[in-house]
């Protein structure tokens, strides 16, 4: 493999929805009460874009030297694990994306006010922190807060206050739907190295709580994202946003095909499925959104 390819692969690109689903649904809904921004709305998927790709190269250097991926790995390769990238470089990279994040982030401060600076702080600290520090969030049951906390709640929840200024009830449910749905993501990937995970020591909601609680949790976020669009067309939003109810059912369905995974195959089929109803979730209820 040529470096460009490594490193592009060391992002993690199937993840990246992660990142811009909750930009695109707080713009939309700004968009929905015509109060659209496209200059903070740029900054921060650019943003959120840097955040993930500094945590996944995080993960990658992280993990490698903690031990926690190792050969019997079934997922997609990693990196540094793999030998393709020298442990420093991925940890200077990781840093460096990370700082440029938070530089980014700087930008947003004239239109949401100075708290957003430790906002940013957080969001690049806790990128590293989820695999990284004393108390590793990743390794003890707390990757999950991670995701729907910052993934949710306060992406979606600042990307529209820096437009409209101020926050309504429905867009934190917004705001936890993503995040829940995301956050399914990460379900697939701890469901899967389940086994690994347990030899490592890295304790997981599922290391934790076994798989059966996993589904559970993966269902639940499904339900709440099926919640979501019912709610905003009850605050009067349209019929149209009913549309991410069809993404909503796919997790659903998606849960039962989880349940029945058992081949490095299969579980990557998982996880192309869970990004691909994050992303047209994303696309369907802002569709509604601007068109209700």
């Given at each position: ?120 702080l957080a969001s690049v600290l806790c990128a590293w922190l989820y695999t990284g520090g004393p108390y590793p969030l990743a390794y003890n049951g707390l990757g999950d807060v991670f995701v729907v906390l910052f993934f949710g709640f306060v992406a979606v929840g600042c990307t529209y206050f820096v437009q409209t200024g101020g926050l309504r ?84 369905w998606q849960a039962q095909r989880l349940a029945l995974a058992r081949t490095a195959e299969e579980f990557t089929m998982a996880l192309r499925a869970a990004g691909a109803i994050v ?14």
């Amino acid at each position: 493999m040529s470096k460009c390819s490594i490193w592009l692969e060391a992002t993690r690109p199937k993840t990246l929805p992660a990142a811009v689903t909750p930009v695109l649904l707080g713009s939309s809904a700004a968009a929905a009460v015509g109060q659209f921004l496209w200059q903070p709305a740029a900054i921060c998927l650019l943003f959120a874009l840097l955040v993930q790709i500094g945590t996944n190269f995080a993960n990658d250097y992280l993990d490698a030297v903690k031990g926690g991926d190792t050969a019997q790995r079934i997922g997609p390769r990693r990196a540094v694990a793999a030998g393709l990238v020298a442990p420093p470089q991925m940890r200077r990279a990781a840093i460096g994306i990370l700082s440029l994040a938070f530089l980014c982030g700087l930008g947003l401060i004239p239109y949401g006010g100075w708290w957003l600076l430790l906002v940013g702080l957080a969001s690049v600290l806790c990128a590293w922190l989820y695999t990284g520090g004393p108390y590793p969030l990743a390794y003890n049951g707390l990757g999950d807060v991670f995701v729907v906390l910052f993934f949710g709640f306060v992406a979606v929840g600042c990307t529209y206050f820096v437009q409209t200024g101020g926050l309504r009830a429905e867009v934190l449910l917004l705001g936890l739907s993503s995040g829940l749905l995301i956050n399914n993501l990460l379900v697939v990937n701890n469901y899967r190295d389940y086994e690994e995970d347990r030899r490592t020591h890295k304790r997981t909601l599922v290391v934790r709580f076994g798989r059966g609680f996993a589904l559970q949790f993966y269902r639940l976020a499904a339900g709440t994202a099926a919640l979501a669009p019912v709610v905003f067309y009850l605050c009067g939003y349209g019929l149209a946003v009913c549309l991410a109810l069809l993404p909503a059912a796919a997790a659903l369905w998606q849960a039962q095909r989880l349940a029945l995974a058992r081949t490095a195959e299969e579980f990557t089929m998982a996880l192309r499925a869970a990004g691909a109803i994050v992303a047209s979730y994303g696309l369907l209820f802002s569709l509604g959104l601007v068109l209700g």
